[in-house]
């Protein structure tokens, strides 16, 4: 019975998304912190009492498996909090604070896709791996392959691409409200480049010769089903820096940038 509530439990944990894992242990390393203090009769100062509250917080959130940098989150967000507290900064800040980020990441705590920004060196990169320039493609005037970047962000590199290969069409889908702002007023100036609000996991991948993505480890498998069931023969899928597990590339690209990034081909 216990290795049946533990399974369960385990399950839970990997279905629910990692920042309600986080707040949930929050209010967990709360309770026990209270009820620790008030069964020994001991008394801390507020900031005392938040320095507790982190590290049980950071010692729960790694029983639970969460991300190394998670524990860092954990073990100073209830100091953090004290702290900004005593500072007497005025509710509106941190209500415009919050806005902000939520404009920018937005569905990051169901996808557990930040938003990551490729380098130029990447950008210059991807110019090697697109299509060789042959007449126009399904009708349309002066382009001869299609691209599309799932996730985005500021539109760097439909940019950069639609100035160097301009016989491409390129679009982009992201989810978040600002950078897709960013992204629009970006490519305004580029007939050949397009960008839309959306999931990535509704685009129809059966259009595209090129398929870039810059995500995160999480959804890599899921999406490496949904391009080889979608992308069509002799197209060409590209992952920046995250792998796909128990598949490897036809080719690996790397790049001398601050990360070291890499570029994993698969071509289809």
Not at 52 to 70: D, T, V
Not at 135 to 159: K, M, N, Q, Y
Request: with cysteine.
């Amino acid at each position: 019975m216990r290795s049946k509530r533990g399974w369960c439990a385990k399950l839970l944990l990997k279905k629910t998304p990692p920042a309600v894992v986080a707040l949930l242990l929050q209010l967990l390393a709360f309770a026990l912190a209270w009820s620790s203090l008030r069964l020994s009769g001991l008394l801390l100062a507020p900031l005392g009492f938040a320095l507790l509250c982190g590290l049980l917080a950071a010692i729960l959130s790694y029983f639970a498996h969460l991300q190394r940098w998670w524990l860092v989150i954990q073990s100073v967000f209830a100091p953090a909090l004290v702290l900004m507290l005593t500072l007497n900064i005025p509710p509106g800040v941190f209500l415009a604070a919050f806005l902000i980020m939520l404009t920018v990441y937005w569905s990051t705590y169901r996808t557990q896709v930040p938003l990551y920004l490729s380098s130029h060196k990447v950008w210059s990169a991807l110019e090697g791996l697109l299509p060789s320039a042959s007449g126009g493609r399904d009708g349309e005037e002066g382009a001869s392959f299609r691209f599309i970047d799932l996730g985005s962000g500021l539109g760097g590199v439909l940019t950069h691409l639609a100035r160097i290969r301009q016989d491409g069409h390129y679009a982009g889908v992201e989810s978040a409200p600002l950078p897709l702002l960013w992204s629009w007023l970006r490519t305004r100036g580029f007939r050949n480049c397009t960008v839309r609000w959306g999931s990535l996991w509704n685009c129809d991948l059966a259009q595209y010769d090129v398929v870039f993505a810059y995500l995160s480890p999480v959804p890599m498998e899921q999406l490496w089903r949904k391009a080889r069931d979608e992308m069509r023969p002799g197209s060409v899928f590209i992952s920046s820096t995250f792998a796909i597990p128990d598949h490897e590339p036809d080719e690996r690209v790397t790049v001398d940038d601050l990360h070291q990034s890499t570029l994993l081909v698969w071509r289809m």
